[in-house]
Every structure is written in C-alpha cells, then in structure tokens.
C-alpha cells in the first residue's frame, strides 16, 4: 500500500503562517506530481497546489503569492509553506501522489488530511 504521511497543520491567528509536509512511502512507481487539495465543511474538495516532478508549479488564484510548494524527489517528499494565511484558509488540507503505475495507467493516492484553522 502506498502510504501518504501529512504533518504541520494546526491552529494559527490570520496573518500567521504554516508549513504542511507530506511523505510518500510503500510501492510507488513512477510519481508523476505531488500536490496538496482542500476542503473546508459542506464545500468540494479544491486543488490548492501541485508540482511535478520536473518542478512545474500549479496554485490555485487564492493562494497565488501566499502559498509556496515545493518537493524533494529522492524523498518522495511535498511540502506547502502557507504564509499570511487568512480565514478562508480554513479546511482540511489533502495530500496527493499522482503515480504512473503503468504507461496508461494513472492512478492518485491521497492522504488522511490535516486540519488546518486560521483564527484569531
């Protein structure tokens, strides 16, 4: 099984930041991106960022400028630095693996989530 690891959610006050990690382990075969989605109560699941990886970044216009993701390839590793972080930040914050697993064959591992709440 492929096992995704999230830590570093939390509570922070409006303007704080965070830094989410995301550790990927178990039978991977080719990763294709990694990326972090969330999903605050009664609302759908959103892509917050992905990296490839190549490095090829993707945010959501929310997050543009406050939110940086970055990876570390050797070790299966996603990271998501949140800064100046605002309210509407809050939700669950989703780990994602994009593996190929074969050359037609995609398929997402998710992790368990972390909750992330901006408050004052």
């Known amino acids: 099984q492929v096992q995704l690891v999230e830590s570093g959610g939390g509570l922070v006050q409006p303007g704080g930041s965070l830094r989410l990690s995301c550790v990927a382990s178990?039978?991977?075969?080719?990763?294709?991106?990694m990326g972090w989605y969330r999903q605050a109560p009664e609302k759908e699941r959103e892509l917050v960022a992905t990296?490839?990886?190549?490095?090829?970044?993707n945010y959501a216009d929310s997050v543009k400028g406050r939110f940086t993701i970055s990876r570390d390839n050797a070790k299966n590793t996603v990271y998501l630095q949140m800064n100046t972080l605002k309210p509407e930040d809050t939700a669950v914050y989703y780990c994602?693996?994009?593996?190929?697993?074969?050359?037609?064959?995609?398929?997402?591992?998710w992790g368990q989530g972390t909750q992330v709440t901006v408050s004052s």
């Open positions: 178990g039978r991977i075969f080719s990763i294709t991106a």
């Open positions: 990296i490839t990886v190549a490095g090829n970044t």
């Open positions: 994602n693996l994009r593996d190929r697993v074969y050359q037609n064959y995609i398929r997402d591992y």
